[in-house]
């Protein structure tokens, strides 16, 4: 299953909203999961199953979707969200990631 | 708190193999995927395999003639090899534990092991 992440860079605002899109080439049944990763580190799961939360991650952001497109949204932009968003489809092997979406906070 | 740590060779040659272990602590191996993953320097993120213990193996087709995953699960560690390398499998590779009973996502990785293939 390829996972498209359009676009691979963007530019926000601290404050602003941002909506970053992912989509699959087949039906990926809710095993869609969203990821940060900053330079030099491993990613960090921030939305499992499109929609639910990990601990510990705070409320601005969320994720939507169902099917074949998804998004995840962060709200109230803060300069530590600068970072590279991954999209990941669990439902079947080999798991697929999407190509990254670098967010820049002006 | 689970904790992976990545060990190996920093540096591999050409046509060698390359070979790393996971060590986990702070928790059980049992009922959790353990997975090898790869970014090369400045890309995006690729998965090379899986296992279940006391289950199967699981391999990305675009890699499985060349990988082998294994386990010693009396000293909570698991292996990669990767066979026949070349400049492009020069990357960090990550060990990471999914959740497959909860989450199904990557909730675990270990802090990455920088591999350069060259001569």
């Known amino acids: 299953i390829q996972l498209t992440q359009s676009p691979s860079s963007l530019s926000a605002s601290v404050g602003d909203r941002v909506t970053i899109p992912c989509r699959a080439s087949?039906?990926?049944?809710?095993?869609l999961n969203w990821y940060q990763q900053k330079p030099g580190n491993a990613p960090q799961v921030l939305i499992y199953?499109?929609?639910s939360l990990q601990s510990g991650v705070p409320s601005r952001f969320s994720g939507n979707g169902s099917g074949t497109d998804f998004t995840l949204t962060i709200t109230s932009l803060q300069f530590e969200d600068s970072a590279t968003y991954y999209c990941q489809q669990s439902y079947t092997t080999p798991h697929t990631f999407g190509q990254g979406t670098k967010l820049d906070i002006k | 708190q689970v904790q992976l740590r990545e060990s190996g060779p920093g540096l591999v040659k050409p046509s060698e193999t390359l070979s790393l272990t996971c060590t986990v602590s702070?928790?059980?191996?049992?009922?959790?995927?353990w997975s090898w993953i790869r970014q090369p320097p400045g890309k995006g993120l690729e998965w090379i395999g899986h296992?279940?213990?006391?289950?199967?193996?699981t391999y990305n087709p675009s890699l499985k003639s060349r990988v082998t995953i294994s386990a010693d699960t009396s000293k909570k560690q698991f292996s990669l090899e990767l066979s026949s390398v070349t400049a492009a499998d020069t990357a960090v590779y990550y060990c990471a534990r999914q959740d497959y009973h909860g989450s199904g996502s990557y909730d675990y990785w270990g802090q990455g092991a920088l591999v350069t293939v060259s001569s």
């Open positions: 199953l499109v929609s």
């Open positions: 087949q039906n990926v049944r809710g095993f």
């Open positions: 702070g928790g059980s191996m049992n009922g959790a995927y």
């Open positions: 296992f279940y213990i006391g289950g199967s193996t």
